[in-house]
């Protein structure tokens, strides 16, 4: 099957089409006033500016996140912050989370390897993390996971070299980036795509959930396309308004493109676009970086609101539908997916919840992906923060977390 049939999304369709995009690169948890090496997940967001709008891919240098619920996806940041009490990192806080949340084992495990402590940005891979969909014209869908992949390859320093950098140049990471386009050279990533058929998204069949953010696809099952090349080369004009006022939302989709059943991802669409208009405001799309400047046509109906300088949609109607503007588009209306489940019930609706299987992937992780010196150095790095938790029972817990991880691993 050819990729174009699988999709109908404007800027993916042509070969050889050339899209903006603004990617932002940042640490999840940490403030602006930790060094860029400390440990931490990465976020790689990229925002696309295509003909029929802006699309937001809000991702991860993990392919997974610690928890597939959405209530607990804030619980998840803080505890990683730092204490309200004293404002000291909190290691109880973050243990015994992780301890407490048998899915978030398989982050974790990559959170406390070499990759919590990437060699600055552009030594990353990237992966949108979620499930997504695309469409085509006949309205048919396929489930799909991006991985944007490193050209010059993944790297890492290790605890001791990461604690190094982090002394000599607490901006190792920004330094590098912008260094490097400065220099004219390109910081390049192959855009890849898994597909998966509706008919074959049956966790009974597959032995995983596919889902459930904390789960990948087995790459032998659902081998990676080629879609694209992600490249940057120019840098910010100002940080402040360019990076600083980025606002991205999962929600920000363009026909083509789809959500799926992924509850984390669910909640996301709603809550990061409600966190940026209470952060920048409601005409964040006037401030460049956000604008759709490449778009041929914008149906939004943001009307008023705190310094609205452009025309406000001149004479257009400010409801919808009208009869004038704003019509109802076919094609980009999307095909309904199948929920098998409908029942309101006390039953979990998280098909691993209670089930070993949450350990699998880990473990796949850790046994057959790891070298000898990356589960060597997980271990160390693991215990490197351990020792601050001041609780023993958290330790405990925690240890017993890990058992059946390591006893199958071993």
């Keep these: 099957m050819r990729l174009t049939d699988s999709q109908k999304a404007n800027f993916l369709q042509k070969k050889g089409e050339k899209t903006p995009v603004f990617v932002r690169f940042s640490t999840v948890t940490l403030g602006r006033e930790f060094p860029d090496e400390a440990r931490n997940p990465r976020g790689f967001a990229i925002k696309f500016y295509t003909k029929e709008g802006n699309y937001d891919l809000v991702g991860l240098n993990f392919p997974v996140f610690f928890c597939r619920d959405p209530i607990q996806g804030p619980d998840v940041i803080r505890s990683q912050y730092r204490s309200p009490e004293n404002f000291l990192l909190d290691q109880d806080a973050l243990f015994d989370l992780l301890a407490n949340t048998p899915e978030a084992n398989h982050a ?13 940005w552009r030594f990353n ?7 997504f ?13 991006y991985h944007f992949i490193a050209k010059h390859g993944q790297k890492q320093f290790d605890r001791t070299e990461a604690t190094r950098i982090s002394g000599i140049d607490p901006d190792y990471c920004k330094r590098d980036l912008w260094e490097t386009i400065e220099r004219g050279e390109q910081v390049e ?23 459930d953010v904390t789960k990948v696809w087995p790459r032998d099952q659902y081998p990676m396309h080629e879609f694209g090349r992600l490249v940057l080369n120019k840098n910010p004009e100002n940080y402040h308004r360019d990076v600083e006022q980025a606002a991205f939302s999962p929600g920000s989709m363009v026909p083509g493109i789809g959500d799926s059943p992924d ?9 990061y676009r409600d966190a940026q208009y209470h952060r920048i405001g409601v005409n964040l799309h006037q401030i460049p970086v956000n604008c759709p400047f490449m778009s041929q046509s914008l149906s939004s109906l943001n009307f008023d609101g705190p ?22 588009r076919m094609d980009a209306a999307e095909p309904a997916f199948a929920v098998s489940d409908n029942i309101c019930s006390r039953k979990s609706h998280y098909w691993h919840e209670g089930k070993k299987s949450d350990y699998t992937q880990a473990t796949e992780l850790r046994r057959r992906v790891m070298s000898d010196k990356a589960r060597t150095n997980t271990i160390n790095n693991t215990a490197d923060l351990l020792r601050l938790v001041k609780f023993p029972l958290i330790q405990v817990i925690f240890s ?4 059946p991880l390591v006893c199958t691993a071993r």
């Design 125 to 131: 891979h990237g992966y949108g993390c979620h499930t």
């Design 307 to 328: 310094m609205r300088v452009d025309a406000n949609h001149a004479g257009n109607k400010q409801y919808a539908p009208n009869s004038f503007s704003h019509k109802f």
């Design 400 to 403: 017993l977390l890990l058992s």
């Design 189 to 211: 990533w192959t855009a890849k795509v898994q597909i998966m058929k509706p008919d074959q998204a049956d966790p009974e069949k597959l032995g995983f959930d596919p889902f």
């Design 133 to 145: 969909r695309w469409i085509n014209q006949k309205g048919e869908f396929f489930y799909i996971k």
């Design 263 to 271: 509850p984390l991802l669910q909640f996301r669409m709603f809550f």
């Design 108 to 120: 974790g495990l990559m959170f406390f390897s070499d990759h919590g402590t990437p060699v600055g």
